[in-house]
């Protein structure tokens, strides 16, 4: 019976991952809008009820890793190591995922494509909105059961505030330079040194920022 039930689990990820390959498929070649989900059902040889069975919308389907987005940083939080502050593991995963080319960083490869459609779509772009919000949601609890803040604590929510914003403005500022056709490696380069120093402010504080 275990064996069955995980049979059918892996069948079903694999039906649900090959739907949304499919779909990013014809995304990225006719642009989010100019395709139906009845469209992506029939390339994925599959009904439209079935497309609605694994993604409760079009968006959903191109963005369909959108748990992990929202989850990161709380994850990064919550697996830092010994001694480590917030900050500290922060920096040192951006940092990573800047030079192993990952997703996190914003500089992976293809994520020009992928931030264009965004830009083209009016709902994508607000269903991205909602996860940003999410995301600096989830990250202030996180950091509010791990300092053991109470309700009334501001400090969690100003630091997920600032934290999400300094990666937001940083993988933004990478994405927009490549998108107009500055070289990779430039780029990564220039978002490394100003990683360092959005992370020194966030570390050491902006009060003496912009002093006369």
């Given at each position: 019976?275990?064996?069955?039930?995980?049979?059918?689990?892996?069948?079903?990820?694999?039906?649900?991952?090959?739907?949304?390959?499919?779909?990013?498929?014809?995304?990225?070649?006719?642009?989010?809008?100019?395709?139906?989900?009845?469209?992506?059902?029939?390339?994925?040889?599959?009904?439209?009820?079935?497309?609605?069975?694994?993604?409760?919308?079009?968006?959903?389907?191109?963005?369909?890793?959108?748990?992990?987005?929202?989850d990161e940083p709380s994850?990064?939080?919550?697996?830092?190591?010994?001694?480590?502050?917030?900050?500290?593991?922060?920096?040192?995963?951006?940092?990573?995922?800047?030079?192993?080319?990952?997703?996190?960083?914003?500089?992976?490869?293809?994520?020009?494509?992928?931030?264009?459609?965004?830009?083209?779509?009016?709902?994508?772009?607000?269903?991205?909105?909602?996860?940003?919000?999410?995301?600096?949601?989830?990250?202030?609890?996180?950091?509010?059961?791990?300092?053991?803040?109470?309700?009334?604590?501001?400090?969690?929510?100003?630091?997920?505030?600032?934290?999400?914003?300094?990666?937001?403005?940083?993988?933004?500022?990478?994405?927009?330079?490549?998108?107009?056709?500055?070289?990779?490696?430039?780029?990564?380069?220039?978002?490394?040194?100003?990683?360092?120093?959005?992370?020194?402010?966030?570390?050491?504080?902006?009060?003496?920022?912009?002093?006369?």
């Amino acid at each position: 019976m275990e064996a069955e039930l995980g049979l059918r689990e892996r069948k079903k990820r694999e039906t649900r991952q090959r739907i949304a390959d499919m779909a990013m498929g014809l995304f990225m070649a006719r642009g989010f809008e100019n395709v139906t989900v009845a469209e992506v059902a029939r390339v994925a040889d599959v009904s439209a009820n079935t497309v609605f069975n694994y993604f409760k919308t079009k968006e959903d389907l191109f963005l369909d890793r959108q748990d992990v987005y929202v989850d990161e940083p709380s994850r990064v939080v919550r697996e830092r190591r010994a001694g480590e502050s917030v900050i500290a593991a922060l920096r040192r995963d951006f940092l990573e995922a800047l030079e192993e080319g990952d997703w996190r960083s914003g500089l992976n490869e293809g994520a020009d494509v992928v931030i264009r459609l965004i830009n083209e779509s009016p709902s994508l772009m607000a269903r991205m909105r909602e996860l940003a919000e999410r995301r600096e949601e989830r990250l202030a609890e996180t950091l509010a059961e791990a300092t053991g803040a109470d309700e009334d604590d501001i400090r969690p929510g100003l630091v997920a505030a600032q934290v999400c914003a300094a990666i937001r403005r940083l993988t933004a500022d990478g994405i927009r330079r490549k998108l107009a056709g500055e070289s990779h490696d430039h780029v990564v380069r220039d978002i490394r040194a100003q990683a360092g120093l959005a992370f020194d402010l966030l570390e050491n504080g902006i009060g003496a920022y912009g002093g006369a």
